[in-house]
């Protein structure tokens, strides 16, 4: 299990003292699909890494070739390196500006800029030989921030367009605000979708499968749901920060 340190409530899981007992509850979703036999591209954003370093697990024990772009803001945010390595044929590391995370195997890459300008310099062969184009993958899994999603999901009708399989399913791992997380009981976690061709409205439930179609998932909608908890999350890390100065409570 994976903690970031993001908010008040996952801060104070660092003061937790060894032994001391936890409950944890989350969303139980659906396993992430992977093809057998084919090829898959990954896309990383930052926190997204934390999960998408398993579906290169998933894809490598299903006899997929795996093409991983891991970006980050900074080349200090990196982490399980050694995991993602141990799952991927090859994998691009990137960082928004700094210094750039060198590529440890000769297959591997890095590149300083965004991750779709990351993916435009490989398909294109500006970061040198191409270990496996892109328009092999027959399945697209994007797993970042909801803006990051968005522009990866724009960008492949656009820029990324000529250098991906025209067939492929490009899939988004959608980061819902939640409450209940115990599927379909709550509704707080309904994301929007539209139906390209027909513009059907849709509404899903995000706690019972985060894994949808790029092309259907209204980003705005998801924006807007998750900037209406930014004012509570910021209060919560305020009063946190007052509490520990207060209190002089240390991390474990
Ligand atoms: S979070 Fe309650 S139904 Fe999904």
Redesign the pocket.
Known sequence: MIALEMGASSRMIGMLKPGQRVVVMG?TGAPTEVPESSTVLLLGGGLGNAVLFSIAKAAKEKNNKVIYFAGYKKAEDIFKREEIEAATDVVIYSVDSGQPIPAQRPQDKSFVGNIIQAMIAYASGQLGEIPIPLNEASRVIAIGSDRMMEAVTKARHESLKPYLNECHEGIASIN???????????????QRHVIPGTNEEVFV????NQDQKMDEVDFANLNSRLKANSLMEKISNKWLDYIIEKHSLMKV
């Open positions: 969303p819902s605000p939640m409450q209940c997380m115990m599927k379909a009981v709550c509704a707080q976690c309904l439930f995000t706690c019972f």
